[in-house]
């Protein structure tokens, strides 16, 4: 895997958008809005326009290829993006929201973010094709741990790491499981209320934990 993420659309914007575009618009451009594309679309450029920006001659509307996406209205860079996805579809064994977090050098709360939605993305895709090809199952735990830079790449170690790791293999597909530390925590509490979800508390027994955990289920 290590050396698939050496590609550059990993690393920059710019190139993760015509990785995008090049598979979402596979004919070229196409708007979102009313279907207009080919000479019916209109590149937009210029230090007044944001990157990849497109406009309708037909309804007028401007857009992008995120529109209509998990990556739609999303602050988080498209080569983030593009590499959660990548490493969520490559991983054989799943991937705790604490591993991925430390791969893609972004805050706990935009990897939740990230995973939340791409799980839901493909929630909607297996229910348009009838079947489950595509599952996700989330673990998220946080505390303290110990960071070390080894060839240009930063790892953790420690019981906070093995917690989340183990807790992602708690969970079954399409489900997100998380220690109380992350649903007590203020962001994720206003995160989870904004969207009136309300986690359901379970003791489960966690190896290398001699008492059970309160893990909760959020749904």
């Known amino acids: 895997m290590a050396a698939e ?16 575009e090049a598979r979402i618009w596979p004919n070229g451009p196409l708007c979102p809005h009313c279907g207009s594309f080919g000479e019916g679309v209109t590149k937009l450029s210029g230090k007044a326009h944001r990157p990849g920006l497109y ?52 805050s706990l709360k935009s990897t939740w973010f990230l995973m939340h939605r791409i799980r839901e993305a493909m929630r909607a895709l297996n229910e348009q094709r009838q079947n489950e090809d595509l599952l996700l199952k989330i673990g998220i735990h946080e505390g303290p741990c110990l960071a070390v830079t080894l060839n240009d790449r930063q790892d953790y170690f420690g019981q906070t790491v093995n917690i989340a790791s183990r807790v992602q293999c708690l969970a079954v597909s399409r489900s997100i499981l998380a220690t109380g530390s992350i649903v007590d925590h203020p962001q994720a509490s206003e995160l989870l209320e904004a969207d009136g979800i309300k ?3 379970r003791r489960l027994p966690v190896r290398g934990v001699a008492d059970e955990m309160a893990v909760y289920e959020i749904p």
């Open 5 to 20: 993420l050496d590609n550059p659309a990993f690393q920059d914007d710019d190139l993760a958008r015509e990785w995008f």
């Open 55 to 106: 406009q309708c001659n037909a309804c007028r509307e401007q857009f992008t290829v995120t529109v209509g996406t998990v990556m739609e209205r999303s602050k988080i860079g498209l080569h983030i993006w593009l590499k959660a996805m990548y490493l969520l579809s490559a991983s054989k064994k799943g991937m705790s929201t604490h591993q991925l977090h430390r791969m893609l050098g972004v």
């Open 199 to 201: 986690p359901t508390a």
